[in-house]
Each structure stands twice: as structure tokens, then as C-alpha cells.
């Protein structure tokens, strides 16, 4: 393993690319194209064999040779003196949303991510914005797209569970000159900032990254198979909406819609109630998101995500929880609420571990099972920055073995569902798999469960 010395030999063939794009940045043999499951996969296009010592391995978020977040944040975040396991450094975290404008109405829950945006374009500290979109795309649903002060920050998307790629939006920067910010998942995050160490024009021109709290990102097959269950089928869908607000019911009751190639909106629904809409199952994950230790965006200027919290969830309109790493943006937010356009509450860092646990428990003890696993099977994985454990319960060995089993089962039974028209036909073969990866008995739940509190009261307690 230690020869291994190209991207293609190490994340590609071993399935860990994100599609993010960057290492076509660095080099130009590599391109980025949607594989037969609907996820954007690096592909090796030069003559012959990838050259030794491979630049694109000084960028790509799964390589070894890649600064890790710890690495990247120390050097970012000088002035951000906290710090905690989960998390990352940070200035302060705040739980809240926007009162002022359609922020909230028209971002995903309490509209942080875009005020934040539209606060950077009106106090002048960027010339662009590189946000995800609506596509127009024949190809995709969901595309980066730049905005200046004249476009309406607001026609972002709200949340897209939908696979994207850099490529167009590195080429744009690099061809214009300015200052920008651009949202990102963690990984694409790692992957920017590890670009700006070895691009001296992509370094000078991205000034902040605004990072989105991700639990993983997902292949074109959940767009199609939600779309599928309104009654849009794959071939005709032309857009959805993955996070409309739904008066009456919780937060975390994501309102589903679909919309057809010829405009016409289908019925909305709960993402709870449509199958494939539990994200602890996991259907359609890219793999390389079992293998990622960082939650929130620790390389982030500022994290934004849902806060799926006790007092909170009631609200239908939602609430974000925030983690500032950058002291511009931490004087943009204090100014927001003394100025009363903010509703923002500070709280304590386990407030927002606790608004992420069941993330934090899968990318840190179950990776940790992950990374073992890889060990017996002398198999090649990305360093990370927990070490490879077996010290788990059987029972939760279960639980994260049933879970990988779910996730290839599910790009591979889709195909097929396809082939047959019939999305009943999916849901009929994954049952089994859902079943198995649900299935605790009674006493295992009550020792779950206490087990739950206890580390909930250890962590708000460090």
C-alpha cells in the first residue's frame, strides 16, 4: 500500500471519489463524469499510467497526502482559540434564524445560509457568490451558479440531496478575477481549502467558504426515486424540491415535491412518509461518506445547519444552528442581532453535538469499525483522524455492517426497479435489507437508549 502513488490507484479504484472535481484542477488527464448509479466519479482519460508523485493527490479529499481538517483549520483559524472534538475550532455557536426579510420563508431552516451570503455581497467583502441552483441542464438537476449583487441570492436552492460537482465553478474563478465565497458540503470544503495551498489564483480569489452540515450526500437515484412516489417518473423528472416547510408539522418534516420536464409541480409530502426518506438507512451514499470524520465543515468560515433540538422542533419554519470560525462573519452576526434582523440564542458546543449526535456516532465509533475492518482485509483506506477499533458492541457492529450492506444494495436494486418501471419492485427487494438494519430486540433498545443519555450528559459536561 505504501507504493501507491496516483489518485487512480488509491481513491479511485478503491470507490472513495466524491466527485468533487478538484483534481481535474491540478490535472487535466483527470475528468468528471455521472456513473451508472447517478454519482459523480473522477475518471484516469491521460495516455498510460498516472505519473508518480500525482498532484491531484496533494487536493483530493480522500487521499492520504491531502492536509486533514485539523491540519487546514489551524492554519485558517488562528483567531478561533476554542476547540472541540466534534466540531472543530470555533468563536462562538449560536441557534436560531432570520427575522429580517424571506430568508427564513425561502431558505432551509432558519435561512442562515443565504443571509449570510447576501451580507457578504451588501457589506462589500466579495464581488460573487457561487451557490447551488436549479439547473436548466439537460444533464442534472442541480448546478453551481454565480450571483453578483444584481441577482437574487434567494433563487438558490434550499437544501439539494443531489450529486454536484466543482469543476465549472473553479473554471469560473480562475478565468475571473474578484472575490468570492462559495457554499459547501465538508469534504468539497477540504477539498477547496487543500486547492488553495497549491493555487496561488484560486487562493487570492476564494476569500470564504460557508459550510453546510452534511449527513452525506446522495446519488441522482433519491431525487428520482422520491419523484418516482409523487407520481413523476425517473425519465420525466425536470426538478424537485427537497425541503418545502409544511405548516402543522415538525421541523425535520422536509415537504417533497416534484416538478415534471414540462413544468407541472406534483402533491407535496412529508420526506418522512416516503420510503427512502429515513436518512439514518443511508440509501444512495456515496461510499466515500462512510469514510469522512468531519460533520459540521470544520474548514469552514462558518458552519449552517438544521437544529434538530428539544424546544426547537415544533417550529415548522426551523431554526439553524451555527458554528463561527471567521471573526468577519462572527462581527456580521452580532451586529445582525443587535440590530434586531437576528434571532439568535449563543449556546454551549454540546448544544450543537447533541443537534448532530446521530451523525457524529456514525462517522466516529462507526468508522472506527469501518477503518478495522479495512485492516483485516489489508484493503487500502483513506487516513482519518479516528483510529481503526473493534472495541464495540456486537450489536452496534451489526447496525453499521447492515448499513453498507443497504447502501450498495440500494444503487445496485434501483437499477433494476428502473429496468422494470416499477418503484414498488425497489421497495419490495430493499425491505429485507430495511428490516434486517432495523431489527434490536427489546433489551438491546433499553441498554441503547441509557446509553444514549450517558453519553449526551458526558458530552455536554467536557
Known amino acids: 500500500m505504501s507504493n501507491i502513488s496516483s489518485l487512480e490507484e488509491q481513491v479511485i479504484k478503491n470507490d472513495y471519489c466524491i466527485g468533487c472535481g ?37 487536493v483530493c479529499p480522500f487521499s492520504n497526502k491531502a492536509k486533514n481538517e485539523d491540519e487546514l483549520a489551524d492554519k485558517l483559524f488562528q483567531k478561533a482559540k476554542k476547540k472541540n472534538e466534534y466540531i ?66 434567494l433563487s438558490g436552492s434550499k437544501s439539494a440531496y443531489y450529486p454536484i460537482t466543482l469543476t465549472d465553478a473553479l473554471d469560473f474563478i480562475r478565468k475571473n478575477e474578484g472575490r468570492y465565497v462559495i457554499t459547501a458540503v465538508p469534504c468539497f470544503s477540504k477539498a477547496i481549502r487543500n486547492l488553495c495551498l497549491q493555487d496561488k489564483v484560486i487562493n487570492e480569489r476564494v476569500k470564504y467558504v460557508i459550510g453546510i452540515i452534511c449527513g452525506h450526500l446522495k446519488s441522482t437515484a433519491f431525487a428520482e426515486l ?16 427537497f425541503r418545502d416547510k409544511i405548516a402543522g408539522l415538525q421541523a425535520n418534516e422536509k415537504g417533497v415535491y416534484a416538478i415534471t420536464k414540462s413544468g407541472q409541480l406534483s402533491g407535496i409530502k412529508s420526506s418522512k412518509k416516503m420510503f427512502g426518506g429515513d436518512w439514518g438507512h443511508g440509501l444512495f451514499k456515496y461510499k466515500a461518506c462512510d469514510y469522512c470524520d468531519d460533520i459540521v465543515g470544520e474548514t469552514t468560515d462558518v ?39 437576528l434571532a439568535l440564542k449563543e449556546v454551549e458546543e454540546s448544544i450543537v453535538v447533541e443537534s448532530q449526535w446521530g451523525g457524529i456516532k456514525h462517522r466516529r465509533e462507526g468508522l472506527s469499525y469501518r477503518l478495522f475492518l ?14 481503526p477499533s473493534n472495541n464495540i458492541s456486537n450489536q ?34 430493499m425491505m429485507p435489507y430495511i428490516k434486517k438494519l432495523n431489527y434490536v430486540p427489546l433489551y438491546l433498545k ?17
Open 303 to 341: 458552519s449552517v445547519g438544521d437544529a434538530w433540538l428539544e424546544g426547537y422542533m415544533d417550529d415548522h419554519n426551523g431554526n439553524n444552528v451555527l458554528v463561527i470560525r471567521n471573526e468577519e462573519i462572527d462581527s456580521l452576526i452580532k451586529e445582525g442581532i443587535a440590530q434586531g434582523r
Open 226 to 241: 422520491l419523484g418516482w412516489q409523487l407520481g413523476v417518473e425517473p425519465d420525466d423528472l425536470g426538478g424537485i424540491e
Open 88 to 153: 472543530g475550532k470555533y468563536i462562538a455557536n449560536y441557534v436560531g434564524y432570520v427575522k429580517e426579510g424571506a430568508f427564513r420563508e425561502k431558505g432551509s431552516s432558519g435561512g442562515f445560509g443565504k443571509w449570510i451570503l447576501n451580507e457578504l455581497l451588501r457589506e462589500d467583502k466579495v464581488d460573487y457568490v457561487v451557490q447551488v441552483i436549479s439547473s436548466q441542464k439537460e444533464d442534472t438537476l442541480f448546478t453551481f451558479q454565480i450571483f453578483t449583487k444584481e441577482d437574487n441570492i
Open 396 to 429: 452496534r457492529k451489526r447496525v453499521y455492517e447492515n448499513r453498507e450492506i443497504v447502501r450498495d444494495a440500494s444503487h445496485q436494486l434501483f437499477l433494476k426497479a428502473k429496468e422494470r418501471g416499477s418503484w414498488h419492485y425497489f421497495v419490495n427487494l
Open 374 to 387: 479495512k485492516n483485516k482485509d489489508n484493503s487500502w483506506y483513506p487516513k482519518k483522524r479516528v483510529a
Open 446 to 462: 433499553v441498554v441503547n437508549k441509557a446509553l444514549r443519555t450517558k453519553e449526551k450528559l458526558w458530552s455536554s459536561s467536557k
Open 22 to 58: 478538484v483534481c481535474s484542477h491540478v490535472n487535466t488527464d483527470y475528468t468528471v463524469e455521472i456513473d451508472q448509479y447517478g454519482m459523480y466519479k473522477a475518471k484516469y482519460s491521460g495516455n498510460g499510467t498516472p505519473p508518480k508523485d500525482d498532484p491531484a493527490l496533494a
